[in-house]
Every structure is written in C-alpha cells, then in structure tokens.
C-alpha cells in the first residue's frame, strides 16, 4: 500500500522521467559533448596546435594568476566575516549578510563598469591614478578587481549558514581550557567547516577561471597582454577561427566538470562523516 | 543541529558548564570579533561599496533630465523589453521542467541518475562564454539542432527564441537546487497519511505536496529570473544583437561604454541595478516565509 500511495502509476512515471532526460539530455549533455566534439573537428593534431599557440598559453597564464590572487583574498574575507557573523551578536547582522550577497544581484556587465567609472581616465580616481603612473583598468590589475568584485560572496555565503548551525559552545569550552584564538580556529571551527570551506573554494575557482562579462569590460582586449582564457575564446569565435576557438573552451569546459567532480567528492565525504559521526554517538 | 548528541559524555558535561557559567553571552568570550569584523567591514567596503558608489556619483552628473532621456530611449526601452520578456519566459521553462526534472531526480529510480544530478550544476560551472559559443553552434542554421529546425521553419540563433535558449540554459540549476531540498525533506509519512484517509495519488500531490513546495519554487523562478537579467556571456553570442530587435540591456550597456558615453551607459546600468535589488529583496522575504513555513509543520 505504501507505494501506491506515494508514487505516481507507471505510465507516468515513465513519462516523467523520459520528459526531465529529454530536457536534461538537450540542455546539458549535448552542449557538453558539442564542445569536444568541435574542438576535436580537425583531429587532435589541430587541437594540440590551438593549445600550444602563444596567445592561448599567455591566457591561461593570466587566467591562472588571477585565481591565484582573488582565491585566496575572497578565501581570507570569508573567514573573517563568518566568523564574526557566525560566532558574535551585533545589530545589522542581516543587513551585512545582505551586503555581502550584493555582488550576486549584479550584472557581470556592470560589475566590470564600475572600475572604469572609477580608474577610467573620465573616472573618479582616473586622474589620481594617472598622475601616479598607475594603469588599473584596460589592464591585469583591472581585471583582478573585476574578478574579486563577481567572486565576492562565494566562500562567505557557504561558510555563514554552516558555522552557525554549528554554534560558539565547543569554541567556548576550549577557550575556557585555556586555548589560544588561533588554536581554537584551527582545532574546534576549522574539522567543523572543512568541507563548506573547501565547497566555497571550488565554487570561487570557477567562478574566477571563467569570469566573462565583468573581465570582458575592464580588459581592453589586448592580446597576449589582457586576454584570460575566456576572452580568447571571444576573440577567436569572432575571427571565425570556430576549431581553436572550441578547442581553448573544452580547457574551461574540462575545468567545469572537475569542478562539478570535485564538489560531488565534498558533499560525498560530508555525508559520510555525518553519517559516521552518528554512528559513533549512538555507540556511545 | 544538536552538538551535544555528538560528543562523549565528558564533553557534555563540559558544555553544560559552559553554558552555567556564561549564560547569555554569546561569544563574548571568543576572541578575534574586532580584527574579523574591521576585516569584513574594511574589505567590504574597498572591494563592493565604494566602486559601486560610483554608479550613483555618474548617474548623478546627467541630471534628472538627461537621466530620464538616457534610460527612455526606443533603443534602450526595446532593450528592456526583450530582456525582461526573455528572461521571464527562461524562468518559466525553467519552472515546469526544473519541478519535472527535480521530481524524478528526488523521487525515481533509474540508471545515471546520481550523473544527472551532478549535471544540474553544469551550466553554473560552465564560463558564459563557452556556453554561449557552444549554443549559438548548436542552433545556427547549420548546426546539430539549427538544421533541423530551420527544415520545419523554426529560426533560433539570432533571434529571441535564441537569447530565451540560452538563458534557459543558464537559470535550470536554480530552481532545481532551490527545490531539491524542500522535496527531500517531505516526510513520504504524510503523503500515506492522506491516501489512507482516501485522497487519490493527484489529490495528494496537488493539495499536500504542492502546497509545500510553492515558496521553493517561487523563489527558484524569481533566482533564475534574476540571474537571466543580468547574463551576458551566454547570451551575446547566440542573440544577433541587432538594435531595437536582439539587442539585450547588458550588451547596451557595453555599446555606450565603448563609445564613451559613460553617464549613459551608467543611467542604464542604474535602472538594471535597481530591477534585481528589488527582485533580491523579494525573493529575500520569500526564503524567510518558506522557512516560517518549514518549521511550521
């Protein structure tokens, strides 16, 4: 009786199923295999030669150097706010938490223009900027800017909900036994988020390997010296250079599905922590 | 979450202690609250507050007048139109087949399902550009979908059917990710509950199980009706771009940033802003009445 009661009859059932992996199949698993394959259209020979060609290689440097710097920062800004909103009480604590959300309602396109608005030689600090020799848009400092803005709220945004679910009273007692700020973070509140924290990681990487529409407004398009990987799949596209154009996008397109790997293995590992964590209590 | 079931009993007896001694004060015994919150506040600041500060310091400098002219323009209101159209059209595809595909994922088993899953977030881990390149090959004329289609008469790249498609694409793992969740915690007891007092399986879905999972599907229809506002990447490839026809908001935006008309572009960017805060802050009081909701039952 209990299946009767909580499933649908087969018929349907099977309707449903086949109508979300006709949907499924169309949206994300023919736009996955149409990247390879048309990055593979000229045999891996032309493959290989659209990855080794300098302009693809100074791009993937850049790409790489930008996650290497807003990664870690957002990393740093992450923890700090989590633990300021998870562990303390102050007012406009919902008001913050939105803030930091801020960057999420943003138009990449408008994230971008706000830099030039303000270090753009029109810009409020434009003419600052200049008199200093400095060159922060239409150039990589430009460009990681733009990418901490639209990678802002990522580490934070997993981070608040799971360390204050997890509450201040373990912190508390080791503090009471006498440990240090920077033992209690890294033995009491560091084994309790690791796996958010390491999510958020994963989730800010892509974001910042794959930013188009922000970087796309402040880099100028300068070759070999502004372009990331993304920018150069623009340029080549546009030149109708589609193979190489596909070829430098199955990179990114690997990328997302190690991401999506990567973040599957977290949650997996989470899930089985908790369930040993529960077994160990009910041994207890 | 009930930390105290986790632990030994030597643990429990500490943290009942913990709590005799500091009742009330939250944290206060923790250090570090100053060097984390200047942090917070300072980064904050730097990073978000004061280059989007600049948004209103530009838009200021047209005046009300030249605000008004720049932001009501044929072009820029086309551009509204298609954008907001398309974008509430993706959000609804995305509602029917998100709750279908969200079903089955939930309640069905069959081979690659756990693949599948691990799928829906495909399109948040693909880079716009890449998505946008790959669609716009699939459904131009000579591509693997185009061709067929333009056989039947059905014209997709380059047109608005096409910018639908691709921010389509880019919104389905927010409502499925919003849904998921909610679907998974319904306690299958109840829907026995309801079929033992004799409701038919469709009474029960319509009036037990819906009823549950509309604050969820709102707010995965109004996050994936957000997100498409804003999108570029994926779009401006597939869209043709054609002025007051495929033009989209963003890519005006760009346009009147290349040719230096930075109060313009600006004022746009300005009512843009304005839409999805609006939209977030809706979407904001949805979450607070689902989980109202959720902890009501």
Known sequence: ?284 | MNTSQQHGPETSVMLGLVKRVLPHHRGSVLPGFRLAMGFTLLYLALVILFPLSTLFWKSATLGPAGFWQAVSAPRVVASYKLTFGASLAAAAINGVFGLVVTWVLVRYRFPGRRLMDALVDFPFALPTAVAGITLTTLYAPNGWLGAPLERLGIKVAFTPLGITLALTFIGLPFVVRTLQPVLESLDPEVEEAAFSLGASRLQTVVRVVMPALVPAWITGFALAFARALGEYGSVVFIAGNMPMKTEITPLLIITKLEQYDYAGATAIAAVTLLASFVLLLSINRLQSWSARLGSAE
Request: hydrophobic fraction near 55%; aromatic fraction near 10%.
């Open chain 1, 1 to 284: 009786m209990s299946t009767r009661a909580t499933r649908e009859p087969a018929a349907l059932r099977l309707t449903l199923t086949a109508t979300a992996l006709l949907f499924l199949g169309l949206f994300l698993v023919l736009p996955l295999v149409a990247v390879f394959a048309q990055a593979l259209e000229k045999g891996w020979a032309a493959y290989a030669e659209a990855l080794r060609e300098p302009m693809a290689l100074s791009a993937l440097r850049l790409t790489l150097l930008t996650a290497a710097i807003a990664v870690p920062l957002n990393l740093l800004f992450g923890l700090a706010a989590a633990w300021a909103i998870a562990k303390f009480d102050f007012p406009g604590k919902n008001a913050l938490v939105t803030l930091i959300d801020l960057p999420f309602g943003v138009s990449p396109v408008i994230s971008g223009m706000v830099f030039i608005l303000l270090f753009g030689r029109q810009g409020l600090l434009g003419p600052w900027a200049e008199a200093h020799g400095l060159k922060l848009v239409f150039s990589v400092p430009g460009l990681v800017l733009a990418t901490l803005f639209v990678t802002f709220p990522f580490v934070a945004r997993e981070l608040i909900p799971l360390m204050q679910s997890a509450g201040t009273e373990e912190e508390e007692a080791a503090r009471v036994l006498g440990a240090s700020g920077f033992q209690i973070f890294r033995r009491v509140t560091l084994p309790n988020i690791k796996w958010g924290l390491l999510y958020g990681v994963i989730l800010c990487n892509a974001r910042a390997m794959g930013e188009f529409g922000a970087v796309s407004v402040v880099s100028g398009h300068i070759r070999g010296k502004t372009n990331t990987l993304p920018l150069h799949v623009e340029i080549l596209y546009n030149e109708y250079n589609f193979q190489a154009a596909f070829a430098v996008a199955s990179l990114l397109a690997f990328l997302a599905l190690v991401t999506l790997l990567a973040k599957s293995a977290v949650e997996w590992r989470a899930a089985a922590e908790r369930a040993s964590e529960a077994e160990a209590s009910r041994v207890d």
